[in-house]
């Protein structure tokens, strides 16, 4: 087996499946309480369309806050089934992008949304403790690592501004020997390393939060996909099979908001793909990745690899699907090559680890905005709700996020809603113009990352493309 960049030949993976391994494992392992889908009309103090985490984290936070408020629950398949079941389950912080988001929002409020969100990584195990949930959570970390002097390495600028603020613990940079004593790729020439990120299994935190809010009284409906929202008081959301009556609504569905008009051109759908491989505790150990620290290098597709409890690595990235004006369906969720990708990015990093076999393929859609961040509306007729566009980087916003919703269903103000992040989103292009202009920013970033595993300069249309996509995202 030879090496991607340097010509990787025989990496093979398995037919993309429909379902991702963890929301298989998670569904052997508990299916869970029936939740049969909507008959007839109902009605609810808040109706919350999409049973992923979004959705499945303001509902725990409306119980939280209000224990005797009528909830339902829309899911259009099953909990979990949509990018929170199918992503890496890295429950991480925001603070390899401060700079950026400062940047945009300004210090102190970037700040703000940065905490926020690193500071939710620390409550993950609390909240597991109390309700009883097994996620598998090892909270111990991520490496950065910085695979070649191609690869961008850290900003000094937001490792300066986190120490002015009393955070320099956040993100720390390492030099090579001490990222090759995280876990020994010969790749690494630096890192960086910060102690908020855990690792779960995605889906099977999806479905402990089913659990938990289904024992507070949220009424879910599985197999319930939103046909349609009237907007009125009461709002009134049809699916297939019945409506709810609801005093407020809270669209959470994510990438599949692509549809409803007033989120066209919110953000573009992405699509991951992701692979697991057999289970190999013993080579792991070999190559000196110890524990659960998460791990990513620097290029524009970064890959992102960790173990599961049983030796696997599970590992994503290299590429992106894109689908056209947001049709979430066919030959996007199902390229063999995006999945060949991600797999080449293990043997890449870790030569060692090449004939493995790679037992799972899958991808799972994104709602990826202009800027990277999420966004939180009101839509004006002021009882319905939405937070969306989270990027890939939705587990621990979401929980976050969940607050935000909450707050704005109960039309209580509080920090939350005065979180930055609580604004309309910015626009992308529409319609047919917007798939070829990602599609070019999409082969401008592999392109170059191809270039530098060959240590040969990027072609410079592709350097090109990159800067402008750099200075447009900001």
């Not at 953000?267 to 692979?275: E, I, K, R, S």
């Not at 939405?386 to 269903?409: M, Q």
């Amino acid at each position: 087996m030879s090496v991607a960049g340097e010509g990787w030949d025989g990496v093979q993976v398995p037919v993309v499946g429909a379902r991702s391994w963890w929301l298989d494992e998670a569904l052997a392992a508990d299916p869970g309480e029936p939740c049969p889908p909507l008959t007839g009309t109902v009605d609810a103090d808040v109706c919350i369309v999409g049973g992923g985490f979004a959705g499945l984290w303001t509902a725990y936070e409306l119980t939280e806050r209000e224990p005797g408020l009528a909830v339902v629950l829309l899911e259009a398949g099953v909990c979990g089934a949509g990018g929170s079941g199918a992503n890496g389950g890295f429950f991480s912080s925001s603070w390899m992008s401060v700079g950026d988001i400062c940047r945009r929002f300004g210090e102190q409020a970037g700040l703000r949304w940065a905490t926020a969100v690193g500071d939710a990584v620390g409550e993950l195990g609390a909240w597991c403790e109390r309700h009883g949930a097994d996620v598998e959570l090892h909270h111990e970390g991520i490496l950065y690592g910085q695979a070649g002097e191609w690869q961008v390495g850290p900003d000094p600028a937001a490792l300066a501004l986190l120490e002015r603020h009393g955070l320099g613990e956040r993100l720390r940079a390492l030099d090579a020997g001490e990222a090759r004593r995280v876990a020994d790729s010969p790749r690494w020439t630096a890192g960086i390393f910060t102690p908020d990120l855990a690792t779960v299994q995605p889906a099977k935190l999806a479905r402990e939060l089913r659990r938990v809010v289904l024992e507070r009284g949220v009424r879910v409906c599985e197999g319930s996909r939103m046909v349609a929202l009237r907007h009125g008081r009461p709002a009134v959301v049809e699916t297939a099979g019945g409506s709810v009556r609801a005093a407020q609504v809270v669209l959470a569905h994510g990438a599949w908001a692509a549809g409803q008009p007033d989120f066209a051109r919110a953000f573009a759908v992405g699509v991951d793909y992701m692979v697991v491989t057999e289970p190999i505790p013993e080579l792991l150990e070999s190559v000196g990745w110890h524990g659960h620290v998460g791990l990513a290098d620097h290029r524009q597709m970064l890959y992102y690899l960790r173990k599961t409890d049983d030796g696997r690595v599970a590992i994503g990235g290299g590429g992106m699907g894109l689908a056209f004006g947001g049709g979430i369906a066919g030959r996007v969720l199902s390229s063999q090559r995006l999945a060949r990708l991600a797999a080449e990015g293990l043997v890449w990093l870790f030569p060692a680890l090449a004939g493995v076999r790679f037992e799972h393929a899958w991808s799972g859609p994104m709602d990826m905005t202009r800027s990277g961040l999420p966004f939180f509306v009101t839509l004006p007729a002021g009882n319905v709700h939405a937070g969306l566009g989270f990027s890939g980087h939705g587990l621990t916003s979401t929980k976050v996020g969940g607050r935000i919703l909450a707050a704005l269903a109960l039309g209580v103000d509080d920090e939350h809603v005065r979180l930055p992040v609580v604004r309309p989103p910015d626009l992308l292009p529409p319609e047919p113009l917007r798939w070829p202009m990602v599609r070019i920013a999409e082969w401008a970033y592999e392109t170059s990352d191809r270039a530098g595993e060959r240590g040969r300069r990027r072609p410079p249309l592709a350097a090109a493309v990159v800067s402008i996509m750099e200075r447009y995202t900001r």
